[in-house]
Every structure is written in structure tokens, then in C-alpha cells.
């Protein structure tokens, strides 16, 4: 596997897969990998001849109150990790060279997409994500990219800039990875103090509660909202940030659940530690 920290150098080696007619996946992350992470790369590799993985902690996806300088890093066993799922190349730039003196381009995906559920709660996080994912199409250009559908908004924001801006990346979604118990995977589960893991449970079990409601007949996301609220603040050291029952495509909110209705969760464990989860509900 090979290391690579310029984007000259990966945009080189880009173009030389693409000369030999060789299908290039893309998984881009923040690194500190778990399996999910993994899942999604494998799935590239089933997908295109040539996997590369970017590790990047996009400092503009970052509040100024939010964890960028705490956010977990173990760059040498996140390298074990993914030379060991198969991965061509690690793609690990410095800031710098992503954003270096001058940079003033932001891609903004619009408030239809963009203006609720993570969107409302972390201002300019989205378009800090969807100028990195461009900026990483453009350096990696892949023919495919796999994303997480545990970020569900995030990929809704990825596939209308990648449709509106003529990319040309197929964007694939793939499903949550899970612990055992159910708590969705991510790097931010290691911040959750021993005491806050049953708490951390409170969003899976809070879908699989609105499951068997909607299953009994419950219709009503207001009914339902005031359910899971009441639920989920039953947990220690738990509180609501949002709670939303969403078109899956659209993410707009509905008065109704159908069978393409996504409830989206977010809740702050211990005053610090934001997790979120989400899935269909019927
Ligand atoms: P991150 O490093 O957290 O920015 O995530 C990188 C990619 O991995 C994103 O596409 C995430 O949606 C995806 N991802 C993170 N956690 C999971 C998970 N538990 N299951 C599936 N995909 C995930």
C-alpha cells in the first residue's frame, strides 16, 4: 500500500490508473477506523479495480466550539488497518496543502438539503464537507465513491452536489455498521465514558422503539417525537438535540410516516459527546 501526502502525487498516480482503464474507488474519512469504516472499504474494492482511502480531519467541517483538536487520531494503526482491507493507496494530506494561503472557494449545497437536522446544529458544517468531498473528487477522481449511510444527510448532500456539478462519480451508499449491542459504529464512541456507554444505547434502541410503534399502526411523527424524547431522556446524562421523521430524498420534514420515511436522531451524551443515528421506520 502506498502513502500518499501531495495531491499532486495522488492526482498523478489518478491518472495513471485511468490510462491503464483501471476503475478507481474513493472512500473518503477522518480515519481513526472501525470496522464500518472498513466495510465501506471493501465494498469499493468489490467495486473498482484500485481502492484509495483519504484521512483527513477537515478542519472547515469543524465548529469553533466543536472537537477538532480532540478528535481521535492513530495514524500508524489506522495504516495496519487499511493495508490490511486491501487498500492501493492512503491518501493523507496536511492542511495546508488542501487549503493553503488564499483559498477562498466554498461549495454550498442549498438550504432545502442543508438548513435542517445536523445542518441546523452545526452551522457551516456542510459546506465544509461537500468543498472537501469536491476538492477530493477532483485530486482522487474516482469512477465511484462509497459514503456511510449512518451520515444519511451527509450523502444526501454528496449526491446533489455530485448530480448538480457534473462530477461524474457514482455515489454509493452503504448500510450502518453496528456493535453487537446496536450502538452504530464511529469514531466518536471513544470519547463515552464507561458509565455513558448504556446511554450511548439509547439511539438504536430509540429506532427499534419507533419500529414496533409504527408497526402496532402509529402514524403521527408528533406522537411519535413525543415518545422517543420522554425514551431517550430516560438514559443517564442524555439530551435531545433533534429528533426527525424526514423524506429520505428530500430530508424534509412529514406530518406522516410511509414507507419512505427516515427518522433521524442526534443526541449529546454527557454535555459532550454528540452521536447520531437514523433508518427507515417502516
Ligand atoms: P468519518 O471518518 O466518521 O468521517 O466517516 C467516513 C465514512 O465512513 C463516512 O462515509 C461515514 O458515513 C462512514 N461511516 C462511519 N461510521 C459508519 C458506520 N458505523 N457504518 C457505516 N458507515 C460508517
Known amino acids: 500500500m502506498q502513502i500518499i501526502r501531495h495531491p499532486a502525487e495522488m492526482t498523478a498516480w489518478a491518472k495513471e490508473q485511468a490510462k491503464a482503464g483501471h476503475r ?8 481513526f477506523f472501525h470496522e464500518g469504516h472498513l466495510s465501506l472499504m471493501r465494498r469499493a474494492g468489490q467495486l473498482a ?25 492513530n495514524f500508524e494503526r489506522d495504516c495496519a488497518m487499511v493495508e490490511a482491507a486491501g487498500v492501493s493507496v492512503l491518501f493523507a494530506p496536511i492542511a495546508a496543502e488542501m487549503y493553503p494561503a488564499g483559498f477562498s472557494t466554498t461549495v454550498a449545497v442549498g438550504a432545502e438539503l442543508t438548513g435542517q ?9 456542510f459546506a465544509g464537507v461537500a468543498t472537501v468531498v469536491c476538492k477530493l473528487f477532483n485530486i482522487v477522481q474516482p469512477d465511484v465513491a462509497v ?10 448532500v454528496i449526491r446533489r452536489m455530485t448530480a ?18 446496536g450502538l452504530a459504529m464511529s469514531s466518536r464512541n471513544t470519547y463515552l465514558l464507561p458509565q455513558q456507554r448504556e446511554s ?8 427499534a422503539l419507533a419500529r414496533t410503534i409504527a408497526a402496532e399502526g402509529e402514524r403521527s411523527t408528533e406522537r411519535l417525537t413525543t415518545v422517543l424524547r420522554d425514551f431517550i431522556h430516560s438514559f443517564p446524562e442524555t439530551e ?6 424526514v423524506h429520505q430524498d428530500t430530508l424534509q420534514q412529514v406530518a406522516e410516516i410511509d414507507e419512505k420515511t427516515v427518522i433521524a436522531l442526534a443526541v449529546k451524551i454527557g454535555g459532550r459527546v454528540r452521536l447520531i443515528d437514523n433508518g427507515l421506520v417502516l
Open 117 to 125: 437536522l445536523c445542518g441546523a446544529s452545526r452551522p457551516g458544517h
Open 240 to 245: 435531545v438535540d433533534y429528533i426527525s421523521f
Open 49 to 73: 479495480d484500485f481502492v484509495a482511502v483519504s484521512l483527513f480531519v477537515n478542519p472547515t467541517q469543524f465548529g469553533p466550539q466543536e472537537d477538532l483538536a480532540a478528535y481521535p487520531r
Open 200 to 207: 450511548a444505547l439509547s439511539l438504536s434502541r430509540a429506532l
Open 24 to 31: 478507481i474507488g474513493l472512500v473518503p474519512t477522518m480515519g
Open 164 to 181: 448538480d456539478l457534473n462530477l461524474g462519480v457514482e455515489i454509493v451508499a452503504h448500510p450502518i455498521v453496528r456493535e453487537a449491542d
Open 147 to 156: 459514503f456511510g449511510q449512518k451520515d444519511f444527510q451527509q450523502l444526501a
